[in-house]
């Protein structure tokens, strides 16, 4: 089972008319579309953020001028296909490798439920000691690709700790993302979803991450072996472009696409005969050190500022 996260309709949005269905991001443009819908707070979080860094990472305007000319004009078909089909065979997510936020190499480590990608799933000490009073074990068993999919992008943006070696996300573990919304005003006048994700994304020459010319492992941390941090290495943004703040990959992880099973996803009750159950972990992933994310906001310690001030 392999599918592009590119070229699939796989994010859950909703239409003008009310109705729900699904979206490839290849055709943002698609004026129709005024919303996402995954069915979690922090799947909705990822799949936002997943849509703003695909288009940073691949269309962001040279400047603001060129930011008001596609507001004003629009994003066309063209133009979108251009920057984002190139990217299809990057962001396969299955059984083969490079496989989308994934270790590129096969893991010896933890064979774990499929359900550790959420970060309220208890754990193996909870479990243990029977302490999963409040969030219950066995609940969230099987997810769709989908789901899945969505899930192993929301860990890798907000990892928290997880035990030697399991690296926190590149914002530290639950990060605050700050974005700007747009509000029609009346109800006839629904906002298309790809205005909404363009007004969070920056012109290079303000945020000083231009579109790069290639996309290797750099840019997007699965294409490449994995950057390890035996013996505390880190990774800071010199080292690697600075783009991958939208891409970061702290956990070592590789899904088991061979362990499938029919019946409900038990994230978004779609039926499927490709229901993903368990997966393999490994500590050690990216340690991310001296980042300062394009979606969050940062303040100076009043300490550090009345030190520089006097």
């Known amino acids: 089972m392999e599918l592009s996260l590119i070229t699939t309709p796989w994010l859950s949005v909703r239409f003008k008319d009310g109705t729900q269905g699904k979206l490839a991001p290849v055709d943002i443009n ?3 579309v005024v919303d996402l ?3 979690r707070a922090d799947l909705q979080g990822a799949a936002w953020q997943f849509m703003i860094g695909l288009l940073q990472t691949t269309l962001a305007p040279k400047d603001s001028e060129e930011w008001r000319d596609i507001w004003d004009e629009g994003l066309s078909s063209e133009k979108v296909k251009q920057a984002l089909l190139p990217l299809a065979d990057r962001f396969i997510f299955g059984e083969s490798s490079p496989s989308f936020m994934q270790d590129i190499e096969p893991l010896a480590g933890e064979s774990v439920d499929i ?3 959420l970060p309220d799933t208890p754990g193996s000490q909870a479990i243990k000691f029977n302490k999963d009073h409040f969030i219950k074990r066995d609940v969230t068993q099987h997810f769709c690709p989908h789901c ?3 899930a192993l992008f ?3 943006l907000n990892a928290p700790a997880g035990g030697k070696g399991y690296r926190t996300g590149l914002r530290g573990g639950g990060p605050m993302t700050t974005l700007v919304e747009l509000h029609a005003i009346g109800d006839q006048q629904q906002i298309p979803l790809w205005r909404k994700v363009w007004a969070n994304v920056m012109p290079q020459d303000v945020s000083a991450l231009p579109v790069p010319q290639s996309y290797d492992a750099s840019v997007f941390p699965w294409l490449g072996p994995t950057r390890t941090s035996e013996k ?4 800071t943004p010199v080292q690697v472009n600075k783009l ?3 891409w970061g990959m702290p956990r070592r992880i590789r899904i088991d696409f061979s362990d499938v099973v029919s019946g409900s996803c038990h994230l978004c009750g779609a039926i499927s005969d490709q229901l993903l159950s ?8 990216v340690k991310y050190e001296c980042w300062e994310h394009p979606l969050t906001p940062y303040r100076r310690p009043k300490k550090e500022l009345s030190e520089k001030f006097s």
């Not at 505390?232 to 990774?235: E, I, K, L, P, S």
């Open 30 to 32: 698609n004026d129709n």
């Open 37 to 39: 819908v995954a069915n």
């Open 115 to 117: 359900a550790l990608l």
């Open 148 to 150: 899945a999919a969505l």
């Open 154 to 156: 929301a860990l890798q």
């Open 232 to 235: 505390d290495r880190a990774t």
């Open 244 to 246: 991958q703040a939208y």
């Open 278 to 285: 368990s997966m393999k972990v490994k500590n050690y992933g």
